[in-house]
């Protein structure tokens, strides 16, 4: 009897240490972060978090006079987002993100994340080929030769005919999707984290360089909402530290806080969502426009509201080191992009031409004339 105590004593014991084995092999016990490995988790998330908002800045002005030069050509109304979608977007944000909360808790992660991870998947080698073309297209030798396609769909006939698609590309557009196309394959076959990061740089730069507010105006609405909206989804509410944590796609910027002690192995992450770059990121953008439209050359609201936006990133980083927990970024980003570029408007006068800049003034005063009629 005694003795067949001890053999199941035994196999227990040994079916614990199988356990962990297994689960150190597969890196799924966290190593407690160090001082060190924290500090280069935290600014490696700041570096990256500042490059899209910079080079997606710089890149929308030219996106801006695409879309003027197509809307002369075509009478098409340029897309930027107007006060009446800058007041419900947050709320349909807040769908968004319940709606996924309720599918994790009924179809389990595993199967949601399966059919997510293959719809970023395709966006996300668009994305990253539209944000590296302009350096990879340089790189590729002369040798291979340029060879023009257009691609064009349509609907209807005669008078209803109806462009759906038409785009122009080449051989060496080509090269650069197939490049992009093996990142998208590394992170669907390995999930890592560097994969993760390339395409979430991707979506971030094209989100601020694509992504247009009509005016000062539309991106304070924006800001407002989204910062109430941040608020109560963290502090309120488990739903948004569960959804961030159960979506496994690119939408978020991670580094790995065991870096120094795993390598590129390492397993225990510090996150950030893109939400909290791209949202300030395309008000910073058309204080950039801004800026440019004074025609001072100097760039004074983009780069003080750029170095308020690093005073913010780096408060939440330090409230979240000091209280452990999650924090919503927008509750210290809002108030940081919103208050320094209105603040030094009025000082330095300008908060009235502030304002009334806007990216396509003839759009909205077409816009207002109707109204009046």
Not at 7 to 18: F, I, L, P, R, S
Not at 32 to 39: F, H, R
Not at 127 to 142: D, E, Q, R, T
Request: a negative charge; proline letters at 4%.
């Amino acid at each position: 009897m005694a003795e067949e105590v001890v053999t199941e004593t035994m196999e227990a014991v040994k079916d614990q240490v199988v356990e962990a084995v297994t689960e150190a092999v597969n890196a799924t016990a966290k190593v407690p972060a160090t001082t060190e490995g924290m500090m280069v988790a935290y600014g490696s998330l700041v570096v990256m978090a500042l490059f899209p908002i910079f080079v997606g800045s710089y890149r929308s002005i030219e996106a801006q006079q695409k879309q003027k030069e197509n809307s002369e050509r075509t009478g098409e109304k340029p897309e930027t987002m107007r006060p009446q979608d800058a007041m419900m977007f947050p709320l349909i944000a807040s769908c968004a993100l319940f709606g996924l909360y309720i599918l994790f808790h009924i179809f389990g992660k595993e199967y949601i994340n399966m059919l997510l991870t293959s719809y970023f998947f395709v966006l996300g080698i668009f994305a990253l080929a539209h944000m590296v073309s302009p350096l990879v297209l340089k790189l590729i030798p002369s040798a291979v030769p340029m060879v023009p396609f257009h691609l064009k769909f349509t609907q209807g006939e005669g008078e209803e005919l109806e462009v759906i698609m038409d785009y122009n590309f080449n051989t060496h557009d080509l090269v650069c999707l197939a490049m992009c196309s093996g990142v998208g394959v590394w992170y669907i076959l390995k999930k890592h984290w560097v994969a993760n990061n390339l395409l979430g740089l991707a979506f971030a730069v094209n989100g601020v360089e694509l992504l247009h507010l009509s005016n000062v105006v539309t991106g304070c609405i924006l800001l407002g909402g989204l910062f109430f909206y941040d608020i109560f989804w963290v502090f309120g509410t488990d739903v948004m530290v569960t959804v961030a944590k159960s979506f496994e796609a690119p939408i978020k910027l991670v580094f790995p806080q065991d870096l120094l002690e795993n390598g590129l192995g390492a397993t225990n992450f510090a996150m950030l969502g893109l939400g909290d770059i791209v949202i300030p990121g395309i008000f910073i953008a058309l204080l950039l426009r801004y800026d440019i439209s004074l025609k001072r050359n100097s760039n004074f609201y983009f780069y003080a509201t750029f170095f308020a936006y690093i005073a913010g990133l780096l408060t939440t980083i330090l409230v979240m080191h000091v209280y452990k927990h999650a924090q919503p970024a927008l509750l210290y980003l809002v108030p940081a992009c919103l208050g320094v570029p209105l603040f030094l408007g009025l000082v330095r006068g300008d908060i009235k031409s502030m304002f009334s800049y806007s990216d396509h003034p003839e759009e909205e005063q077409t816009e207002d004339s109707k109204k009046d009629k």
